[in-house]
């Protein structure tokens, strides 16, 4: 048997966003537009000399030699499909995720495996819908060569991967993902609401960025601190929705878990300091 190459490429992985809601809702059609964006993704792959690998179900996986191609057909990809999906209505659009990695992949005969992949399929999770999210190493690749912006999120633990990947969002013009509940009008209701009130709107984008930090902090905890924080948010909540803010009694129950929280924080800090102040020679 033929032993699997190595080589260094980038890798773009894209998906669909909320695709089992749309196909719900309207499987021929989901299918005829996601035809329909493949084959544009395709023709911006073949521009930008990259090479489809493989499709499966709404996902795509591209392999690109040059990281900057990678980096400005993604770019190109989501520009495009947000010009198509401009003029649906919003429960019909199509948007995609898109994750980038530069590192070794395996060849074997026209399939890639290997950590590289790994890193872009999971980056794509993480990316926001209709966004593009980068690998350090690309990162670093495109920073300079592209009049692009770029916003870290910090490092992400990334499945099967023993170290955490420091994560870089593209900015595309600004789009967000709407709420799944939120419909144009409510859009535009809460938009008037805004402007009639300038203080209103600087309050929620200052509670969104706040909620934005807050989560992508937590998603670079480990385990252990990610079910302390969840266990002491579900006391909470439960308290809301049983005695309302009158009587709070969820201190008591999240109180172990708030000092294995407090725990895990402040003694795990200090033996990683120790650790760090222990040469291999100590």
Not at 43 to 48: I, K, S, Y
Request: glycine share 8%; net charge negative; aromatic share 8%.
């Amino acid at each position: 048997m033929e032993r699997a190459r190595r080589r260094l490429a980038a890798v773009m992985c894209a998906d669909v966003a909320h695709y089992s809601r749309l196909m719900e809702r309207d499987e021929d059609g989901t299918l005829d537009r996601l035809k329909s964006y493949r084959s544009i993704m395709s023709g911006l792959t073949e521009r930008h000399h990259g090479r489809i690998v493989n499709t499966w179900g709404d996902a795509v996986i591209i392999e690109f030699s040059s990281v900057v191609e990678a980096v400005q057909c993604a770019v190109d990809i989501q520009n495009e499909l947000s010009l198509r999906n401009a003029d649906l209505p919003q429960a019909a659009r199509m948007d995609f995720r898109i994750g980038i990695n530069l590192g070794d992949i395996m060849v074997e005969g026209d399939d890639i495996y290997g950590d590289g992949v790994n890193v872009a399929a999971r980056l794509q999770e993480l990316a926001p819908t209709g966004g593009v999210m980068l690998s350090q190493s690309v990162h670093d690749q495109v920073r300079s060569k592209l009049a692009l912006g770029f916003e870290s999120v910090g490092p992400q633990t990334i499945k099967n991967v023993s170290e955490p990947v420091e994560a870089f969002s593209v900015r595309l013009g600004g789009r967000n993902e709407p709420a799944p509940h939120e419909t144009p009008s409510q859009d535009g209701e809460e938009t008037a609401r805004q402007q009639a009130d300038p203080q209103l709107g600087a309050d929620t984008q200052a509670f969104a960025n706040g909620f934005e930090q807050a989560r992508n902090w937590l998603r670079r905890q480990p385990k252990r601190i990610r079910s302390c924080v969840f266990m002491i948010g579900f006391f909470f909540v439960l308290n809301l929705l049983t005695s309302g803010l009158s009587t709070l009694w969820f201190v008591w129950p999240s109180l172990p878990f708030a000092l294995a929280l407090i725990w895990h924080v402040f003694v795990g800090k200090e033996r990683k300091l120790m650790s760090g102040r222990s040469g291999p020679g100590d």
